[in-house]
């Protein structure tokens, strides 16, 4: 008797292909005429979706200050990535932020930030802040969980004891979740904002993962050269 035949995809480029070819036939649906400010906000909308078969996305995610362009810009000028969480650090693609030169942190578990926290009595998020805006070089702040951080960026940006690139802020959650990436987008701080209670680690490294695949970086050769443009 002939073995069976899979009835299903297994080859990953096809089925990332297939994946994208889906978000574009359900976008044409929910959102007849939808047009992007950019390739670029096209391709990191849809790795939103992507990532969390979530098309509110579509609606939901901000881009504030020529976001994008600051992004793609710190990158190439080896600017480093503070993450609230190791979570959306270990989400993001580290082949590609080498080639950059970009140098990545979570600082959450630094023996400064516990010492911090404990002191002033906030968040080990606050603290993180803190301690990274005493770190030299350019910074793009990357909150996925923490509302916290995102009021401590906006309070020592706007004391000017902080200096930051940008923020991709998308907090997931209750509790000031909603409010702190209302304050976000309504400041002078270039920023990626996903708008109500949505949002997660895993989000916060697919819009960093997303703008790195669409940042040249000459060859690479790595597993995502293929959808660099998704």
Known sequence: MEEEKEQYLTVPDKITDRSFQIIQQEIEQIMPGKTFDSPLQEAVVKRAIHTTADFDYLKNLKFTHNVLERIQQAFMTHATIYTDTTMALAGMNKR??????????????????QKLAQTKQITRSMAAIEIAAQQPGKKIFVVGNAPTALYKIIEMVQK??????AVIGVPVGFVEAAESKAALMNSAIPSIVALGRKGGSNLAAALVNAIIYNTDVQNLGDEYGRNSRQ
């Open 96 to 113: 590609r932020l080498d080639a950059l030169q970009v140098s990545y942190q979570c600082l959450i578990r630094d023996e400064r930030v």
């Open 160 to 165: 000017q004891t902080l200096q930051v690139e």
